[in-house]
Protein backbone atom coordinates (compact mmCIF):
# COMPACT_ATOMS: atom_id res chain seq x y z
CA UNK A 1 0.00 0.00 0.00
CA UNK A 2 2.06 2.64 -1.39
CA UNK A 3 -0.83 5.07 -3.35
CA UNK A 4 1.04 5.04 -6.30
CA UNK A 5 -2.12 6.05 -8.22
CA UNK A 6 -2.25 6.20 -12.03
CA UNK A 7 1.00 7.95 -12.00
CA UNK A 8 2.68 4.97 -10.76
CA UNK A 9 0.73 2.25 -12.37
CA UNK A 10 2.29 4.09 -15.59
CA UNK A 11 5.45 4.28 -15.13
CA UNK A 12 5.57 1.00 -13.70
CA UNK A 13 3.94 -0.62 -16.95
CA UNK A 14 6.12 1.06 -18.30
CA UNK A 15 8.94 -0.65 -17.42
CA UNK A 16 7.41 -3.88 -17.78
CA UNK A 17 7.75 -4.10 -21.42
CA UNK A 18 11.03 -4.30 -21.33
CA UNK A 19 11.66 -6.19 -18.43
CA UNK A 20 12.09 -10.36 -19.44
CA UNK A 21 12.49 -11.31 -15.34
CA UNK A 22 9.91 -10.26 -12.98
CA UNK A 23 7.26 -12.77 -12.56
CA UNK A 24 5.25 -11.06 -9.43
CA UNK A 25 3.92 -7.71 -8.98
CA UNK A 26 2.00 -7.05 -5.70
CA UNK A 27 0.14 -3.55 -6.22
CA UNK A 28 -3.03 -3.80 -3.59
CA UNK A 29 -4.57 -0.82 -2.39
CA UNK A 30 -2.48 1.44 -4.17
CA UNK A 31 -5.19 4.26 -5.80
CA UNK A 32 -4.37 2.87 -9.18
CA UNK A 33 -7.48 4.02 -11.39
CA UNK A 34 -8.68 2.67 -15.22
CA UNK A 35 -5.82 4.17 -16.74
CA UNK A 36 -2.95 2.87 -14.62
CA UNK A 37 -5.07 -0.46 -15.15
CA UNK A 38 -4.85 0.56 -19.00
CA UNK A 39 -1.41 0.72 -19.07
CA UNK A 40 -0.91 -2.58 -17.26
CA UNK A 41 -3.08 -3.96 -20.36
CA UNK A 42 -0.87 -2.62 -22.80
CA UNK A 43 2.04 -3.92 -20.72
CA UNK A 44 0.40 -7.85 -20.51
CA UNK A 45 0.41 -7.73 -24.62
CA UNK A 46 3.78 -7.35 -24.71
CA UNK A 47 5.46 -8.64 -21.45
CA UNK A 48 6.13 -12.94 -21.11
CA UNK A 49 7.37 -13.15 -17.70
CA UNK A 50 4.85 -11.84 -15.79
CA UNK A 51 3.06 -14.85 -14.33
CA UNK A 52 1.62 -13.24 -11.02
CA UNK A 53 -0.50 -9.77 -10.74
CA UNK A 54 -2.07 -8.20 -7.50
CA UNK A 55 -4.61 -5.56 -8.41
CA UNK A 56 -7.10 -5.50 -6.02
CA UNK A 57 -8.53 -3.44 -3.71
CA UNK A 58 -8.04 -0.26 -5.92
CA UNK A 59 -10.01 1.84 -7.92
CA UNK A 60 -10.63 0.30 -11.35
CA UNK A 61 -13.33 0.53 -13.13
CA UNK A 62 -15.22 -0.97 -16.04
CA UNK A 63 -12.74 0.59 -18.84
CA UNK A 64 -9.47 -0.55 -16.99
CA UNK A 65 -11.27 -3.97 -16.50
CA UNK A 66 -12.22 -3.99 -20.05
CA UNK A 67 -8.81 -3.28 -21.52
CA UNK A 68 -7.16 -5.80 -19.05
CA UNK A 69 -9.78 -8.61 -20.42
CA UNK A 70 -8.70 -7.85 -24.08
CA UNK A 71 -5.24 -8.13 -23.03
CA UNK A 72 -5.62 -11.39 -21.71
CA UNK A 73 -6.59 -12.85 -25.16
CA UNK A 74 -2.84 -12.35 -25.93
CA UNK A 75 -0.80 -12.56 -22.61
CA UNK A 76 0.43 -16.27 -22.40
CA UNK A 77 2.44 -15.88 -19.52
CA UNK A 78 -0.06 -14.86 -16.75
CA UNK A 79 -1.14 -17.43 -14.49
CA UNK A 80 -2.90 -15.26 -11.52
CA UNK A 81 -4.43 -12.09 -11.80
CA UNK A 82 -6.41 -10.52 -8.83
CA UNK A 83 -8.78 -7.66 -9.40
CA UNK A 84 -11.51 -8.04 -6.39
CA UNK A 85 -12.50 -4.90 -4.47
CA UNK A 86 -12.61 -2.58 -7.34
CA UNK A 87 -15.53 -0.93 -9.04
CA UNK A 88 -15.97 -3.72 -11.41
CA UNK A 89 -19.78 -4.53 -12.63
CA UNK A 90 -20.80 -7.56 -12.80
CA UNK A 91 -21.03 -7.69 -16.67
CA UNK A 92 -17.38 -6.62 -16.96
CA UNK A 93 -16.13 -9.46 -14.92
CA UNK A 94 -17.69 -11.29 -16.81
CA UNK A 95 -15.78 -10.06 -19.39
CA UNK A 96 -12.79 -11.27 -17.73
CA UNK A 97 -14.30 -14.71 -17.13
CA UNK A 98 -14.95 -15.31 -20.74
CA UNK A 99 -11.30 -13.78 -21.73
CA UNK A 100 -9.50 -15.62 -19.50
CA UNK A 101 -6.94 -18.94 -20.64
CA UNK A 102 -7.56 -22.31 -18.46
CA UNK A 103 -4.36 -22.11 -16.95
CA UNK A 104 -5.33 -18.64 -15.82
CA UNK A 105 -6.54 -18.20 -11.78
CA UNK A 106 -8.51 -14.82 -12.03
CA UNK A 107 -10.41 -13.15 -9.01
CA UNK A 108 -12.93 -10.57 -9.50
Known sequence: NNSI?????KAL?????????????????????????KEFAESLKINHSLTYLE???NSI???GANALAESLKINQSLTSMYLGS?????????TLRDAKRSALSLSV
Do not use: C, P, Y
Not at 15 to 29: A, E, F, S, Y
Not at 86 to 94: F, G, L
Open 55 to 57: LSS
Open 61 to 63: GDD
Open 5 to 9: GDDGA
Open 13 to 37: ASGLKLNNTLTTLHLHQNSIGNDGA
Open 86 to 94: NSISDTVKQ
